[in-house]
């Protein structure tokens, strides 16, 4: 069973920048696929990005497409959302997750561990 962590989350201002870490524990993510969803209040839990186990491929929502970038660093266990030019409605609970397939997939069923979640606030 894969353990995953979020930090990296807080409040930024509209048109700053943060970086999500999601580091693993208890299993080596190398073969596995990621990806990263959120959920704003009242709102359903969302795709956001996802990684092939590799990074070779990559996959966004069109709202965050040429803003966010995911990769994968295998040495370390561990995977990332970069996040730039942050937009008030981005403000949610990000969660990472993982996949033992190692192909990328923007739906959360296909993702078996999931961190808890971190807190993203972008104020305008």
């Known amino acids: 069973q894969v353990q995953l962590v979020e930090s990296g989350g807080g409040l930024v201002q509209a048109g700053g920048s943060l970086r999500l870490s999601c580091a693993a524990s208890g299993r080596s993510i190398t073969n596995y696929g990621g990806g990263w969803f959120r959920q704003a209040p009242g709102k359903e839990r969302e795709f956001v990005t996802a990684?092939?186990?590799?990074?070779?491929?990559?996959a966004y929502a069109d709202s965050v497409k040429g803003r966010f970038t995911i990769s994968k660093d295998n040495t370390k266990n561990t995977m990332y959302l970069q996040m730039r030019s942050l937009r008030p409605e981005d403000t949610a609970v990000y969660y990472c997750a993982v996949s033992p397939n190692g192909s990328y997939n923007t739906q959360a069923k296909a993702y078996s561990s999931w961190g808890q979640g971190t807190q993203v606030t972008v104020s305008s």
């Open positions: 990684i092939s186990w590799s990074g070779a491929l990559t």
